[in-house]
């Protein structure tokens, strides 16, 4: 997955809204693929600089 397409899952999101969902994501003890989906996307968006 490159940032381009991490984007893409996430959404339109400013960077404290990516975090914040990536803290959620985290948080969950059961994650759907989607959801585990959408966690590695936000990492590597907060990752990217």
Same mark, same amino acid.
């Given at each position: 997955?490159?940032?381009? *397409? @991490? #984007?893409?899952i996430v959404?339109?999101? !400013? +960077?404290? *809204?990516?975090k914040r969902?990536?803290?959620?994501l985290a948080?969950?003890? $059961? %994650?759907?693929? &989607?959801? $585990? $989906? +959408? &966690?590695? @996307?936000? %990492?590597?968006? &907060? !990752?990217? #600089?």
């Open positions: 997955m490159n940032l381009q *397409e @991490a #984007k893409a959404g339109p999101l !400013r +960077r404290c *809204e990516v969902l990536a803290a959620n948080d969950q003890a $059961r %994650r759907s693929p &989607l959801d $585990r $989906r +959408r &966690l590695a @996307a936000a %990492r590597l968006i &907060l !990752r990217h #600089k």
